[in-house]
């Protein structure tokens, strides 16, 4: 019954066992890009470090960038395209997980990526970009570092856009008494200001992909039940970890969804209270059936009692 009512709903059910699971749900951890978010980036803002123009930086990053599938690859590559800038070529390209992505361009070895990146070759950033970034970059944005042979050379500023029914899925699950959380590799201001936009309270920022499973057994520790909701192949991990794993199978991503228990197939995240509510719904018909199982026996038995049944 159960496993019919989901697939009625958009549910491909896996799993059965979780979606008994999913009854004793305490928490849903979302993952934020593409979850929570369309993952649909826009370069917002250009600004250099020094020497760099806007056109050199956005060629720098989307020469390397144009080799990875990441949201944010796409979009550096996109405005690249639509500024008419040629693009290197490319030698030796690496992603580095839930940091960005390298490679060696015109002889120099460039780095495109969040904060993290930074640390791989110990750069910082200098006072003046961060007031340069704070001033024009307003809330949510999810900045990139460009580097060029460890030197900083600029950012971007992109801008993701929150999905329509995000707000609603999260006050569906807060509303059945679910607690929800937030998880993300990008950065704690981006990670803060989607949280707070969603009336989500607790969110775990910079988590690097292979951390991302590490997050979800530490709330588990904690004697919690829980449910994760992922869309991109780092989630893979959490959601095979999670108590009830939970894949939004738009993008078509396999490793994903194999990893997990549930996938939803119209992709929309309202989806998950549904789960939780067909949960529900089966123990009680499940319930149901049984003390309507019960109760014909002892009526059988009573009528046997009484000699109304006779055996053969
Ligand atoms: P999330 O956990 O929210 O799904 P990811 O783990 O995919 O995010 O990415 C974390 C961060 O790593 C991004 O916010 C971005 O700063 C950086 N990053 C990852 N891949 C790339 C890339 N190809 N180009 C630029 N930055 C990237
Ligand atoms: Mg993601």
Known sequence: ISTTLAARNGLLVRERRALEA??????VLFDKTGTLTKGEYGVAAVLS?????????????AAVDAHSEHFIAKAIVAEARKRNLPLPEVKDFARVPGKGVRGVV???????????????VGAQVPGEMRAKLSETITEGKTIVYVLADRELQGAIALADVIRDESRAAVAALQKLGVQVAMITGDSEDVARWVSRELGISQY?????????????????????KVAMVGDGVNDAPALARADVGIALASHGDTATSYASDIVIIHSS????????????????????????????????????AFGFIQPL
Do not use: C, H, W
Not at 106 to 120: F, M, P
Not at 271 to 295: E, N, P, W
């Open 106 to 120: 015109d002889g120099k070895s460039v780095l495109v990526g969040g904060e993290a990146i930074l640390t791989e």
């Open 49 to 61: 470090a020094g020497g760099a123009s806007d056109e050199g930086i956005m060629r720098l990053a």
């Open 204 to 224: 775990f920022a910079r988590v690097l992909p292979e951390e991302k499973a590490g997050k979800v057994k530490a709330l588990q520790e904690k004697g919690l």
């Open 22 to 27: 999913a009854r004793n749900i305490d928490v």
């Open 269 to 304: 995240i309202k989806r998950v209270s549904d789960i939780y509510k067909i949960a529900r719904k089966t123990l009680s018909i499940a319930k149901q059936g049984i003390f309507i199982g019960i109760g014909l026996s002892v009526v059988a038995m009573i009528f046997a």
